[in-house]
């Protein structure tokens, strides 16, 4: 059962398409765990639906546009091949997620970040960073804030903050205010997809030292 | 847009998906071309590109009729998103990865049901947009069409973050209050 959800300003910039890369991969992954989370962006995306009905301003088409049009959709067929098979669903990664990871979470390439803790970094654009975490069971991420936000998404296993307790699916958004030292629940190993828009601040010595090679 | 509209653009694009139907299409054409073009414009696009790219919208519309499914979002919704990925397209701006697709069992028929309430909340929701204070309903417009992060419209217009914030939030409340 999802607990923690998406907020209204995280989806009405998905439905815009302005967030950056790694914020719209950490919505797209909730959204394909929460049926709540999808029903909400539709109506996000229905708010966008009525502002192009509704706008009274409209754009006249050159002359002969319609025509234009007709010609390109004769022109060129649109590929007879059919869609690609669906790849197999991975039991920790939905879909979206799979692409960036390059396959299911036996792929991932995760490195030691120390404690027991792993991390694979993410391809994404320059304007926010994602990244995925392991955190042995018992385990605690180093205590730390944020000068931006942080979006942190659960896929397996669970942990525990200052804050609350966060499952899979759950989702903590954390800004500049909070700081915090998850850790995660004895058992299983908490897999999360964590993306950033600002180096994290961390406050005991050693990781700040590392953060600068480690990319976090 | 009243609930008849809601009705009669699905039609038309039933017509395009089953018979290719040139006659119906120019009607959608007529419609919402216009519309994407000024969305393209007030995203920053230059006339020029801004037609391109609504051409291109239009192309879309065409060849993915067949996957339009009235139970899930109103003609005016589905087009925008169409032209929304355009826009990141046109812009170059970061790449929006798709949620996973919800598997369906096997092919299930379209309720006719869902989609006329659809149809009816989209017309409701089209018309408290319109409802909503002027100053609300711009930030929701810039928020949308401007491609603008909130500090963005916070830096242009001068106005305080939180203001922005503020009335973004109390826009929202207005539209869920008379969608309830």
Redesign the interface.
Known sequence: MIKHHLNDRLLMAYSAGTLPEAFNLVVATHISMCDECRARLASFDAVGGALIEETAEQAQMETGALAATLARIKSTQPSTRPDAPRPMRDVVLPEPLRAYAGGGVEQIDWRNVGGGVKQAILPTSRHASARLLYIPGGAAVPDHGHRGMELTLVLQGAFADEQDRFGPGDIEIADEDLHHQPVAEPGMACICLAATDAPLKFRALLPRLAQPFLQI | ?TKQDGGKWIALLERVAERQD?EA??QV??H????????L??SGAD?TT??EC??DV??TV??KAPQFDAT???V??????I???R??DMLR??????????TWGPEAEPDQLDALMLQQ??AR??S???DLPERQRLM??R???G????SEIAEETGLPLGTI?SR??LA?ER?RHSMS
């Open positions: 847009m040139a299409f120019a054409f007529d919402f071309a216009p519309r994407v073009k000024a969305f414009m007030k006339a801004a037609e609504a051409q239009m192309v065409w060849r899930r979002a109103s005016a919704t589905w087009i925008y998103t032209a929304r990925n826009r990141i701006r970061d790449r929006r990865p798709e949620p996973e697709e919800l909340e989209s929701l089209v408290a947009l319109a929701i417009e928020a949308y069409f491609d603008q992060t909130h914030k973004i939030r929202l539209l």
